[in-house]
């Protein structure tokens, strides 16, 4: 409730300070991921609440808050120390993670191994935060570059291993050696994007194959899932999240690869899809579809006792 509120709280204050442009949406879909999603892919991935997990929930909104008054600052050294608290909260959180990894020999398995690989990444996310509010120039990215690298991490990296690592420990061996192969590569996947990123102006094509290796067991997956796992859900609830949730991805996806493909050629004819197009689209389908739903549908089948 505190997340939501603070969320749509940031909305308004954003249309009343000015002009929306397509960095402000980013910001929006990060404060949604800090003050929502991220704490129910917690409750998620640690539903019996240990001493370390209390501590991330008393200090949650304390780095939530702050990490709200950063975006509202000019970039510079006071918007970086309020972010500063987001970037701490994240690295308790990727530190419990390894913790749980190396405690429950979570490799053993690729379900539980992708369930505790998301908040081992998020603290790359939290570090892109406190980077971009520098206001400093980071390797010559453009400031929505830095930020979007950010999201990155805090969806794909995080939302998107918790959600398919529940739904394979969940379909059980229904779907196959395929969907192990594909989960395999969605596990390395938020690494490869991130290479290239960093590499994509000089590398495009290695660009292009990191996106590929990244949306294309995404879009498989969820395929399987909808196929092979959801029909076979006996609530209807969770059984209508989960379609609208995996659905969505086919929409987003197909942006990501279609934006990917056009960085390989010289021809501007076919940069068809531009950044703030991207951010409107995939961002605002990965958040209000994929992420929104699927979280929803899995706390659904974790209150019934299916995940």
């Known amino acids: 409730m505190i997340g939501w509120i603070g969320f749509l709280l940031f909305v308004v204050v954003s249309f009343l300070m000015g002009a929306i442009r397509s960095i402000e949406y980013v910001e929006m879909m990060l404060v949604i991921a800090y003050g929502v999603f991220v704490p129910m892919g917690l409750r998620l991935f640690a539903p019996d609440a240990d001493r370390w997990v209390a501590w991330l929930w008393r200090l949650h909104p304390i780095a939530f808050v702050a990490t709200l008054v950063s975006f509202l600052l000019d970039r510079g050294l006071w918007s970086t120390v309020f972010s500063l608290p987001w970037f701490f909260w994240t690295a308790l959180l990727s530190l419990y993670g390894l913790w749980t990894l190396w405690k429950r020999q979570a490799w053993r398995t690729l379900p539980e191994l992708l369930l505790h690989i998301g908040p081992v990444y998020i603290v790359v996310g939290g570090m892109w935060l406190v980077l971009h509010r520098t206001g400093l120039d980071i390797m010559g990215f453009p400031d929505i570059i830095v930020l979007l690298t950010s999201i990155h991490f805090h969806y794909a990296a995080f939302v998107v291993p918790i959600v398919f690592g529940l739904a394979l420990r969940a379909a059980g061996a229904r779907l196959g050696k395929v969907a192990s192969f594909l989960g395999s590569l969605v ?60 659905g969505s991805l086919f929409v987003s996806m197909s942006f990501a690869f279609l934006y990917g493909y056009g960085h390989v050629h010289d021809g501007e004819e076919l940069m068809f899809l531009s950044i703030p197009l991207m951010v409107f689209v995939h961002g605002m389908v990965n958040v209000f579809g994929f992420s929104l739903f699927t979280l929803l549908g899995m706390r659904r089948l974790r209150e019934l006792g299916k995940v």
């Not at 990123?197 to 990191?210: H, M, Q, R, V």
């Not at 290796?213 to 209508?240: H, N, Y």
């Open 187 to 246: 596990l390395v996947g938020p690494i490869f994007v991130a290479l290239g990123i960093t590499f994509g102006e000089s590398l495009p094509w290695f660009e292009f194959f990191a996106v590929v290796e990244l949306v294309v067991p995404i879009a498989l997956l969820s395929f399987l899932f909808l196929w092979k796992w959801v029909p076979t859900l006996e609530d209807t609830r969770a059984k209508g999240l989960l379609i609208i949730g995996f």
